[in-house]
């Protein structure tokens, strides 16, 4: 085992949890056990819940210009460590080293947005009638929790820390069973910075300890990242329990390809999309629409694909079970009469034979009631509809129940317009294969991709993690009555 056994984290210290159930972590890239990480139980999570909530009065009380210096701080130190933190990432995901280091990058500018914060919480006031002023403040909930998935173990946990600490709360995060390492430096790096013991917590598990998180009385507030199956169950049992909940889930995301598209950027754009992360990304191209003839540029998307090699610049999915699934889903889809353009299944990466890849795969002449143009496969596979208008490809979107993403690729406006009038989508592109919005944008899609309102960046979180407190004062008694006395 290269690392010692997963703790948990809290109060500021690493600890030891008591159970026999410890699940391996194994590394995609060649098969290494790296650790093993411990299944909390519902007990280890109420000490987190305590060490929280002691940590809570403090915290919440220090004013927010004082507590976004940590995260100056921190980012420095993500900066310092981005190397490292880089190199685990892509040890426990399987992702290449370069799409680590933008991982890392992704999470200092969300940094870099939360120590805005004290800018954009400032609240407003009003002397609503003579003497009397109405003002409103953001006040932090508590103690609240954050349930992130597999595929970026550094990003997504800082989509929500930096900006629920800094607006004053206290957070429990739950990281993915499946790559619990780099949460464990994230920890540390913030001790460093200065974070108060408590204010940032680290439980380990899988179904039962969110289970838990869901139905504990002392948490505030979940937001969940993950697959849209297990986004519908935290949802539900979290808002039973009356707290507040923002589920992102799943995707399927249809790039809209027309005859007029630059060839050359339109082809390096699909397959960069599909086949980043090893398609292990909520915002990959999983569909492509070709509107009218593109044979050319399909041509051109065979070529690129081709270029990309397991093991070199295309890293492992997330384990033995995942490839067999997307491996299953290529093969349905040829069994369908689906035509196989480049073949990404039995791909060994040299010298790494216990890794688990897929080779990039390009399915043309895939019919919208076929598997793989419905489901989110979650690997480096492209399926290429085809269809005679603009309309019909549109109307394959919004049957889709997802709604993360969609682009087109065109070099007229008025279609681009057409098409962002008309996705069913909450995050759009033209002539971008990956339309995540930079911060200060918020990141958040639509349909079954999430269940709550608001998204979970930028700006927008501000509100998912505060509530607001609303004051209504008379500084001159002596004048007198008014309509509200
Ligand atoms: P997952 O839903 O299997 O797991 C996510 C988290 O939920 C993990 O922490 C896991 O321990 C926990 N979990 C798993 N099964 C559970 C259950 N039955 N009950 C309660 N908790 C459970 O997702 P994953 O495989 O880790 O991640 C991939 C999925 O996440 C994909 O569907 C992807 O599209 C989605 N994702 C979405 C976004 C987004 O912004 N919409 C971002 C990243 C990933």
């Known amino acids: 085992m290269k690392y010692q056994e997963v703790k948990n984290y809290i109060g500021g210290k690493f600890v030891e949890v008591n159970t026999n159930k410890r699940l391996d972590v194994i590394s995609p890239v060649d098969g290494t056990l790296l650790s093993k990480v411990p299944m909390s139980s519902a007990k280890d999570l109420d000490e987190a819940v305590k060490a929280a909530k002691a940590a809570f009065p403090a915290w919440s009380k220090m004013p927010i210009k004082e507590r976004v210096q940590i995260f100056f701080r921190y980012k420095t130190l993500l900066e310092r460590d981005l190397k490292a933190l880089a190199e685990l990432c892509s040890e426990e995901n399987g992702k290449i080293y370069g799409e680590s280091v933008a991982e890392i990058e992704k999470c200092i500018e969300l940094t870099e947005f939360a120590t805005s914060l004290p800018q954009l919480v400032t609240g407003e006031v009003?002397?609503?009638?003579?003497?009397?002023e109405c003002r409103t403040e953001h006040a932090p909930l508590g103690v609240v929790a954050s349930i992130v998935?597999?595929?970026?173990?550094?990003?997504?946990?800082?989509?929500?820390l930096p900006n629920a600490i800094a607006l004053g709360n206290c957070l429990i995060m739950k990281p993915s069973e499946k790559v619990p390492l780099s949460c464990g430096k994230i920890a540390e790096l913030l001790k460093e910075a200065g974070l108060?013991?408590?204010?940032?917590?680290?439980?380990?598990?899988?179904?039962?300890?969110?289970?838990?998180?869901?139905?504990?009385?002392?948490?505030?507030?979940?937001?969940?990242v993950g697959s849209t199956k297990v986004a519908k169950i935290v949802y539900q049992r979290a808002t039973q329990n009356l707290k507040r909940c923002l589920a992102l889930g799943g995707?399927?995301?249809?790039?809209?390809?027309?005859?007029?598209?630059?060839?050359?950027m339109t082809a390096a754009n699909v397959v960069a999309s599909m086949s980043g992360c090893a398609g292990q990304r909520c915002m990959a191209a999983s569909a492509m629409i070709g509107v009218g003839n593109v044979d050319h540029i399909i041509e051109k998307i065979v070529i690129e694909a081709k270029k990309i090699v397991a093991g070199k610049n295309l890293g492992a999915v997330i384990n033995?079970?995942?490839?067999?699934r997307i491996e299953r889903y290529i093969t349905e889809a040829e069994n369908q009469g689906?035509?196989?353009?480049?073949?990404?299944?039995?791909?060994?990466?040299?010298?790494?034979?216990?890794?688990t890849y897929v080779g990039p795969t390009v399915i043309d002449f895939v019919t919208p009631d076929m598997s793989v143009a419905k489901e989110e496969i979650f690997g480096p596979v492209i399926s290429i509809m085809r269809t005679n208008t603009l309309d019909e490809a549109i109307a394959i979107e919004n049957s889709n129940p997802?709604?993360?993403?969609?682009?087109?690729?065109?070099?007229?406006?008025?279609?681009?317009?057409?098409l962002i009038d008309r996705a069913s989508a909450g995050m759009i592109g033209v002539n971008v294969g990956v339309p995540v919005p930079r911060e200060p944008f918020s990141f958040g899609g639509w349909n079954e991709s999430k269940f709550g309102v608001g998204d979970i960046t930028g700006k927008s979180s501000i509100e998912f993690w505060t509530k607001l407190k609303k004051s209504t004062t008379k500084w001159n008694p002596e004048a007198g009555t008014n309509w509200m006395s």
């Open 402 to 418: 997802y709604g993360n993403a969609a682009s087109i690729f065109t070099q007229n406006g008025g279609y681009a317009r057409y």
């Open 251 to 264: 995707a399927k995301n249809h790039l809209l390809v027309l005859p007029d598209a630059k060839e050359d």
């Open 149 to 160: 998935p597999f595929n970026f173990p550094a990003m997504v946990p800082n989509w929500t």
């Open 126 to 132: 009003l002397e609503v009638s003579r003497g009397v």
């Open 338 to 355: 689906a035509k196989i353009l480049v073949d990404g299944r039995n791909a060994v990466a040299e010298g790494k034979e216990q890794g």
């Open 320 to 324: 033995k079970e995942s490839k067999e």
């Open 196 to 224: 108060p013991d408590g204010v940032f917590n680290i439980v380990h598990g899988d179904v039962d300890i969110v289970n838990a998180i869901c139905d504990h009385p002392g948490i505030e507030a979940v937001s969940f």
